[in-house]
């Protein structure tokens, strides 16, 4: 939804939702208990988000990751790394992309996408980090 440029993300996910009576999904349980949604809201609502402008979040040996970054303030220049994790938090590859600059106001900038190499099948981790 922010990188379409929408100004919300959780109109039913609200603490007794916007449709209240069918749509009743709270970002906490009912025993106080952050949910998903509840980390979701807080990384999504960051001044500054990277992540991929492919919104699977299973790929497959033949995908390309596409990295986008998503921007609200100041201009502002930063850099990116995107990291291929194993599963026990093992790097296996890092693509670095150095002095983006950001625009004021809000804006998104894509990167240029790459293809990860996987040396094994399994599962991996992918890491988006705004240095």
Known sequence: MRYLDYDGFS????????NSVTYKKPLIDFL???????WVNRMVLQP???GSHNVDVVYGPDDVLEPVIMHLGEDN???LDVIVKDMEGK???????????????????ELEAFKPTFPNG?????EYVIR
């Open 11 to 18: 109109w039913c996910c609200l603490h007794g939702g916007a």
């Open 77 to 79: 220049t930063v850099s």
């Open 91 to 109: 790097e296996i590859q890092r693509k670095s992309y150095d002095g983006i600059p950001l625009k004021a106001g809000r804006n998104t900038v």
């Open 48 to 50: 500054t988000l990277a």
């Open 122 to 126: 399994g599962h991996y981790v992918i």
């Open 32 to 38: 106080g208990h952050a949910k998903l949604a509840y």
